[in-house]
């Protein structure tokens, strides 16, 4: 968030955020991932913006929620995702909210020809189920991957 940091707080960041445009996330699509990590960024939005930003005001939970989720799914037309409801194919975290936050970021080089990328491990997810199969158990991957390709309007 240094660019957004020039007043040596994040107001301006925070007005981003609450505006009904906005949708919370980050990517640059990889391009970056020997330099940034942002695979931590709906971790980082849960949080600081509800639970432990100590300057400015904290955003409601269900608000960032609510954001990440279905507002980010119906942007896209995923329109079987974003909501617990009859029909839908809800992919559901289980959080310990207490304990939610993250490892000191990492250097993998696991990319093709050995190149590099920015790992940043989350905890506090007590689990993670994908279409009806638990993904992470208590903060560690369980090696299932019955995720699917999505496309938008599908």
């Known amino acids: 968030p240094f660019f957004n940091y020039s007043y040596g707080d994040?107001?301006?960041?925070e007005a981003v955020t609450r505006h009904p445009h906005t949708r919370m996330g980050l990517s640059d699509g990889g391009a970056h991932?020997?330099?940034i990590c942002d695979g931590g960024m709906p971790t980082f939005m849960l949080t600081h913006w509800t639970r432990d930003r100590t300057r400015g005001e904290k955003l409601p939970l269900e608000y960032v929620v609510h954001r990440q989720t279905s507002q980010t799914a119906a942007l896209y037309g995923i329109a079987d995702r974003g909501v617990v409801?009859?029909?839908m194919r809800a992919d559901l975290n289980l959080i310990d909210y207490g304990r939610l936050g993250f490892e000191v970021p990492r250097m993998a080089y696991d990319l093709p020809a050995g190149g590099r990328r920015i790992v940043q491990k989350a905890r506090g997810y007590v689990g993670t189920w994908v279409a009806g199969v638990?993904?992470?158990d208590h903060d560690e991957f369980t090696g299932a991957t019955p995720g699917t390709l999505l496309r938008a309007g599908r």
Do not use: R
């Not at 994040?10 to 960041?13: D, M, N, V």
């Open 134 to 136: 638990q993904t992470v």
């Open 10 to 13: 994040l107001s301006f960041t």
């Open 33 to 35: 991932c020997g330099a």
């Open 85 to 87: 409801a009859p029909g």
